[in-house]
């Protein structure tokens, strides 16, 4: 179906290759995982797929590609269309009309079908997708999800051999992003399609695939069944800076101390099976970590209610404490107020009744600048942040407001440029930089002024291993100084490694708040696949402490 | 610069209601608008003017839209005053003088305020407000598909009209991203609330360096994707969805055409012109003048009545 041969790709204007001789086959009807570090080719190879690249990105391209019988490099987008559906990740930039129906119908439209052809289409399309009911719906009215949905019943509608999709989940809760992937499978299975999915998180995805493609620095590092890839713990798997899924980490850890397992298991419903001897008899608690938090009170929300004017009630009546020191994440589905808490706690939005104090002092007459002292706050899109002209003026920025002396200014920058590995950047324009360097400057900018609570909103939407991991031990170093996080995530896993507290929201409520250990366990679609597992194994009813699989192989390492 | 925020909250764009004038086809309102503008720019008496646009005021009642009409009005008549404001000082016509400055500035010597200029300047902004008017309603109650469709339907050029409907279907995502970059800042520390009005308006400026970058990005993705999909690669291209017509809507065009052939009939006759300069005419009209505010009061708001009577038909 594609057939890729030493091809290899610049951009205009750009020294480094996006992609080196790539080598790539790939057969009709199979469901094809890509994954790689961020900026390591994968989008630049969906695009030569579908012949954006050469035709609307420009750049220079050499080697040879066959997709479904057409060469890309000689047809146009328009004639690719009919054989390449591609699905993107933002799905507000990629819907073009303002309704459900408009949306299917506007490729058909431009490829010239017939109106009879496109009656029918539409409905098949609505009804592959289980979108019939949205059918009349306005665009702006559809949850991400949904968007994306629509995203692909249009371009299914022009029957294409193969679907693209490239990052689609990254904007979606897990109950969305789960909902999507199986409707990917499905067509897969009942239609034959190819698919080829872009995912960072391995374990949404790779139990539906045929095929594991990791790409890493313009080039495929690894191109085999998932569950060969998954297997061999020789194989460089650990440089491509990809994070594997829960259970292929227990089983490594397992294998590696000398545990005797069947076959790496790629889901939790595999996990079961592979791991039900070791996990049959009850495993004890994890170590109980660092005692009580005695701390002063960092945040403190009293009564709190939210509405918009004259509108339905946002928040209410949250009451929460929050301790200096602590980690906190705030979890729940899309639109369940997460974000709005977050901008009451640092005055964007004032409380309709209630009070807020941050540090014992009442926000209610502070203007958010004031507050943003004793506050930071990192929202999804770091680049909202960002208004200087290089990355040294954006640091300096929160010093210079503050009447910090130039001399003092010059070392406390260049000491958090080193922190922050942003040294080689110093000049350049924070415009330039990758989404994961912009996130590390906009909390860059934020700590140089050191404000005892950091609040991010989704830190680790769509990104790669090594950026998770540069925040982990930002914020680790944060609080070992004595600092506050409060951050709101879908990332299951960053919650379960990483904070000590989880707080569960649900319709404007807080239903859950405590110690991750007691809430996680029974938080439905926000537990952790280990901890899943570990329930499951143990048989209905049962109840487990174990979040992670570095703490299950620990605790089984004991006994 | 007034408040985003409060423009978020008005909703810029379609209001998903369903209002007689909502239920009447896009191309009737695309034609009543295009009337409206035509006479607006057309008429120079002050009261016919004056007449066009209160005429415009039903439909903007019954279609439901005060609260984003009221916004954009109140935007107009900023601007307006602006335009009234360089008007009175630049304009060298009119004979009569209601201020001259005691004191001398260089370059513009010592400034006479006329009256005709300020006049003028006033009525100009009538027939801005008109426009603007007559537009709201082709933005509020007419779905972005639905205009392209009539823009279609009028033979427009297909990617002329798509661009059109586009930033239409774009403006509620802006408005959501400056909302954003601004909330993204203050959390900065860049103080947007307090200080002086320039200290404020000077920090709300930084935000534009992120929306140019983030405008240019969306729009990149955007064609991308219209690229992926065959936009503009045949072409022919089918139209699937078709306007419909319903009596009230062919009535409601008939009398728009009609309301339009009498007053330009009467306007290119001569009769009803009207002087500022260099004095002002008096505001006594003609009997064409007369004949042609009648056509306009009861011919522009028909198009309530008809949609009104439509729906009470149906009920």
């Known amino acids: 179906m594609i057939s890729i041969r030493g091809v290899s790709f610049s951009y205009n204007g750009s020294d480094v290759p996006a992609l080196k001789n790539i080598d790539l086959k790939i057969e009709r009807g199979e469901f094809v995982l890509l994954t790689g570090e961020s900026g390591s080719g994968k989008s630049s190879l969906c695009r030569v797929i579908n012949g954006l690249i050469p035709h609307f990105h420009g750049g220079v391209i050499s080697g040879h590609i066959e997709v479904a019988g057409l060469n890309p490099l000689q047809s146009s987008p328009g004639l690719m269309a009919n054989r390449v559906g591609m699905v993107f990740q933002d799905p507000d930039n990629q819907l073009v009309t303002s309704d459900v129906c408009h949306e ?133 798997l650990e440089e491509c800076a990809i994070s594997l899924p829960p259970v292929v980490e227990l089983y490594r850890n397992l294998v590696a101390r000398g545990v005797k397992l069947d076959a790496v298991p790629l889901s939790l419903e595999e996990g079961l099976t592979v791991f039900k001897k070791i996990l049959a008899a009850p495993l004890p608690d994890p170590p109980e970590e660092v005692g009580r938090n005695n701390n002063a009170v960092a945040i403190e929300m009293e009564g709190v209610s939210f509405c918009y004017q004259n509108q339905q009630t946002i928040l209410e009546n949250i009451n929460l404490t929050i301790k200096q020191g602590e980690v906190v994440a705030i979890m729940g589905q899309n639109a369940s107020g997460k974000t709005t808490l977050l901008k ?58 503050r009447g910090v002396a130039p001399r003092d200014i010059e070392a406390m920058v260049g000491s ?144 | 610069m007034h408040n985003f925020r409060d423009m978020y909250q008005a909703s810029l764009s379609y209001q998903d209601t369903d209002t007689p004038i909502h239920r009447l086809n896009a191309v009737v309102k695309l034609v009543w608008t295009g009337g409206v503008v035509v006479l607006a720019m057309l008429i120079d008496h002050p009261i016919i003017l004056l007449l066009v646009f209160l005429s415009t005021l039903p439909v903007v009642a019954i279609g439901r839209i005060w609260r984003q009409w009221l916004f954009i009005i109140q935007m107009a008549i900023w601007m307006g ?7 009175s000082l630049a304009n060298p016509g009119g004979i009569t003088v209601i201020w001259q400055s005691w004191f001398s500035v260089p370059v513009l010597g010592h400034i006479t305020i006329r009256l005709e200029p300020v006049i003028y300047g006033l009525f100009m902004v ?36 798509m661009v059109a409907t586009l930033s239409t279907r774009f403006v509620p995502t802006m408005l959501g991203d400056v909302m954003r970059i601004t909330d993204a800042q203050r959390s900065r520390g860049l103080e947007m609330d307090k200080g002086s009005v320039f200290f404020r308006l000077r920090n709300r400026m930084s935000i534009l360096p992120s929306m140019l970058s983030l405008s240019l990005e969306r ?40 309301v339009l052939a009498v007053a330009l009939y009467l306007f290119f006759s001569g009769g009803t012109a009207y002087e500022y300069f260099p004095s002002l005419q008096g505001l006594g009209l003609t009997i064409k003048g007369v004949v042609m505010s009648v056509v306009i009061v009861l011919g522009l708001p028909c198009l309530a009545l008809l949609a009104w009577l439509a729906k009470r038909g149906q009920e």
């Open chain 2, 81 to 87: 005053l602006v335009v009234v404001g360089i008007n």
């Open chain 1, 344 to 401: 009451l706690i640092n005055g964007l939005l004032k409380p309709s009744s209630g009070s807020i104090k941050i540090l014992g002092t009442d926000t209610s007459g502070l203007s958010v600048a004031e507050l943003a002292a004793t506050i930071g706050v990192v929202f999804q899109n770091p680049g909202d942040h960002l208004f200087s002209d290089t990355v040294e003026e954006e640091i300096a920025f929160g010093l210079k407001i």
């Open chain 1, 104 to 236: 299917i119908c506007f490729g058909m439209e431009n490829l010239a079908f017939s109106r009879d052809m496109i009656a029918g289409r539409l409905d098949e399309s609505l009804e592959m997708l289980d979108i019939k009911h949205l059918r009349n719906r306005p665009v702006a009215q559809l949850s991400g999800g949904e968007k994306q949905r629509t995203a692909i019943a249009s371009v299914l509608a022009l029957r294409p051999d193969i679907l693209l999709l490239d990052e689609p989940t990254s904007q979606l809760d897990p109950a969305g992003s789960q909902r999507l992937l199986a409707s990917l499978r499905r067509l897969n299975r009942n239609l034959g399609l190819t698919v080829i999915l872009v995912e960072h998180r391995l374990e949404k995805a790779i139990h539906y695939a045929d095929r594991l493609v990791v790409m890493g620095k313009g080039t495929v590092l690894v191109n085999q069944t998932p569950r060969s890839a998954m297997k061999k713990s020789d194989y460089a």
């Open chain 1, 416 to 559: 958090i440029l080193s922190r922050f590995n942003l040294e080689p950047f110093r000049a350049r324009s924070p415009n330039e930089l990758s989404l994961g360097e912009k996130q590390r400057l906009a909390i860059a900018s934020i700590m140089v002024y050191e404000p005892p609570v950091l609040l991010l909103d989704e830190p680790c939407r769509g990104a790669d291993k090594s950026t998770r991991e540069n925040l982990i031990t930002i914020l680790r170093d944060h609080v070992f100084r004595g600092g506050t996080v409060v951050m709101v995530t879908h990332d299951v896993e960053l919650v379960a490694e990483y904070s000590q507290r989880v707080v569960i929201m649900d319709s404007g409520r807080i239903i859950a708040d405590g110690e991750k250990r007691e809430v996680l366990p029974s938080a439905g679609s926000f537990s952790p696949q280990i901890n899943q597992l570990v329930k499951l194994s143990m048989g209905p009813g049962a109840s487990s402490r174990l979040l992670t699989a570095r703490e299950v192989a620990g605790v089984i390492n004991e006994s």
């Open chain 2, 219 to 258: 729009t990149i993705q955007l064609a991308e994707a219209m690229e992926a999909r065959a936009f503009g690669s045949q072409n022919k291209r089918t139209r699937f969805f078709k306007v419909a017509y319903r009596k009230v809507d062919i009535t409601a065009i008939g009398v728009i055409l009609a």
């Open chain 2, 126 to 161: 009538v027939r801005l407000m008109a426009i603007i008017s007559a537009f709201s309603v082709l933005t509020f109650t007419v779905r972005p598909d639905e205009l392209l469709e009539a823009m279609l339907e009028m033979r427009l050029p297909y990617k002329t009209a």
